[in-house]
């Protein structure tokens, strides 16, 4: 991510957000963040339509579908519009698209694609009272199969400087690819100098939650391999963080000890069965965590 040239935003162009300061929907002041020369980074604001009862496959007895889609898209085209002409006319490089499509996701991965994304951001909202982010399906879907630098954004604006943190896990459990922890590390620092923010490394290993092993080993052996992995980087040690914990509980929680804004960690996709049995860091945490999230996948 070192030289961000295209950002695709998908934007809920049904949402009224005319009532933020600047206008704008919370997934696209964040995009504006990497956006450092107008004149070189390109942004492409991209909404997805699709309701049951105006697909063709959908009868019901007295209604246009046709005629009612058709002012449905044509709605959502005009606040893409409207948000393209505000960034344009602020000199920024911007287009807008709307498509029809259902599953929503598998089109954002294909515009993705088309696009040649340097990075991907969306907008995830919590549910009730209780700040809960659960990803709807399409979000979840998109951190499977989107290949692309992947941004949730919550609705909480980000403070000064950006706080950023990265999960790493060096003994790679779970099967994770080789190399993916330092795409991870090299990620946050590329990311943390665009957005001048300061920037964290956390291992948690949690040998508390590991009874039957030897008293120490657990400890031993992560602590290797985290010195390993860090001995490549020239990072402050007070930035880089050995947390006897497991990893959902050490990401909610240190997250806001530091005031974490964005944390950086991998995801890679497997089959349903595997992942039903096996799991990882990612898919157990990113329902519980309140912070915005930057998914990394490995090279293919």
Known sequence: MSNIERILVVVDAEEDFSSATDGMPVELRKALHFVHNKTSVELRLISVGYEKYLHHSFHSIGYDYIALRKEYVERMEASLNALTEKLTAQGFKASSEVVW?????????????????????????????????????????????????????????????????????????????????????????EVSAQLGGEFHVVHAYGESARPFASAGKIKDEHSEAFDGLMASYNLDASKVHFIDETPLFALQSFSQQIHCNIIVMGAISRSRFSEAMIGSTAERTLDYIKTDVLIIKPTV
């Open 101 to 189: 499509a259902h599953p929503r996701y598998e089109k954002i991965v294909q515009k993705a694609d088309e696009f040649d994304a340097s990075l991907v951001v969306q907008h995830v909202r919590a549910y009730a009272k209780i700040e809960h982010y659960h990803l709807t399906n399409d979000s979840w879907q998109l951190v499977r199969f989107c290949n692309r630098p992947l941004l949730l954004v919550r609705d909480a604006d980000w403070g000064k400087p950006v706080v950023m943190m990265a999960a790493v896990d060096p003994l790679h459990s779970h099967n994770k690819p080789l190399q993916l922890d330092d795409k991870i590390i090299n990620t946050g620092i």
